[in-house]
């Protein structure tokens, strides 16, 4: 049988993203697990140029600039003008902007000479108060914390942690969780020093339990988006490394997830052709689609599913246990084809065509 590979699909729609740079991740080919996460570190660290913290004001006009010209900031719906909103003082939401290390610097150590207190890859433009109100507090879920505009801060309600936690917006929830991994990686041969309630003060899986469980949620439910791969590339022309949480979503699962034994082999998907929609006792409506869309499932299914893009690049995955249902919300992925695809235990997989407009 003839098979294609995802990327013979390509439409004119379809936006075309930066390249990775070619050979980048060589090195981390076909290992698995904390041995792939080693040659990762290796990778990103090799060739990291630190900027300046006062450079950051001037960085964030490239890297966190909304279509509109105004500051992404990921904190607070406010509407700041870069420069003139800059902080300064403060007294209530939305009166200036700063630069928030949202991994926070005293969790390890503070120093302004410490390569991470500049690293762009997890710092960002804020709300000031907002930024004042979390300090340095974990990431984590509240059920009844106070709501300071898209943020919320308050007791933990995710399990194995009870204690005060910042939470962010739905929305943003991937892209803080890829961050953590990214830091969790770049600075492997530090971070069993550091100190915090989400790391365990170790170098291989970093994070506790519960850290590592909300993280993961976090990645799964919230799929890398335009955003960041716009940003990836930016921070990558000032740094000279990249965030390969972003470049291959599918790591985290390899070093964090049910992946860990599974080699890292980042060539496109080949998927038969004439499996697509046949005997697939899985419906998925709407389809196409313009933002979200439900899977139905004939029978109860208990396995993984998996949406890749036309460049045959994993965009989501997450395990179901005995679903009848499954609600995918692809308001962040670029329009053109994507193809699902289901693998349980013991069974052949199942693929199907979803597309986004």
Not at 8 to 32: E, V
Not at 213 to 238: A, C, F, M, T
Request: proline share 6%; hydrophobic share 35%.
């Amino acid at each position: 049988m003839k098979k294609f590979i995802l990327f013979a699909l390509l439409s004119c729609s379809y936006i075309l993203y930066g390249q990775i740079p070619a050979q980048y991740y060589n090195a981390a080919y076909n290992k698995s697990g904390y041995e792939l996460k080693t040659a990762l570190s290796q990778i990103i660290t090799s060739g990291h140029v630190s900027v300046t913290y006062s450079s950051l004001w001037t960085h964030f006009r490239t890297t966190d600039q909304l279509p509109d010209g105004t500051v992404w900031d990921m904190y607070s719906d406010c509407t700041f003008t870069f420069g003139t909103n800059q902080c300064g003082n403060y007294k209530e939401i939305c009166d200036c902007y700063n630069r928030e290390h949202s991994f926070p610097a005293s969790w390890f150590g503070g120093s302004n000479t410490h390569p991470m207190y500049t690293d762009l890859f997890h710092l960002y433009p804020t709300d000031g108060k907002v930024n004042s109100i979390r300090g340095n507090d974990p990431f984590g879920e509240t059920a009844n914390g106070a709501q300071h505009s898209i943020s919320k801060r308050g007791a933990s309600s995710f399990p194995g942690y009870t204690g005060v936690v910042f939470e962010p917006a739905d929305e943003y929830k991937g892209d803080f969780a890829r961050t953590y991994f990214y830091v969790a990686t770049r600075y492997e041969s530090q971070i069993a020093q550091w100190s915090c309630p989400m790391l365990a003060g170790n170098s291989n899986s970093v994070f506790t339990k519960w850290a590592s469980e909300l993280l993961l949620k976090w990645h799964l439910q919230d799929p890398v988006s335009e955003k960041e791969r716009n940003r990836i590339e930016v921070v990558y022309g000032i740094q000279k490394n990249r965030n390969p949480f972003i470049d291959y979503p599918e790591l985290v699962e390899m070093i964090w997830g049910a992946d860990f034994d599974v080699p890292f082999n980042p060539e496109p998907v080949s998927i038969d052709p004439e499996l697509i929609d046949k005997e697939n006792p899985v419906s998925i409506a709407p389809n196409p689609i313009y933002q979200h869309t439900t899977i139905t499932f004939g029978n109860p299914f208990t396995g993984v599913i998996h949406l890749y893009n036309m460049l045959g690049r994993l965009v989501y995955q997450i395990p179901l246990q005995s679903a009848c249902t499954q609600h995918i919300d692809m308001s962040n992925f670029s329009s053109g084809l994507y193809i699902l695809k289901l693998t349980s235990e013991n069974q052949p997989p199942q693929y199907k065509k979803i597309i986004k407009y």
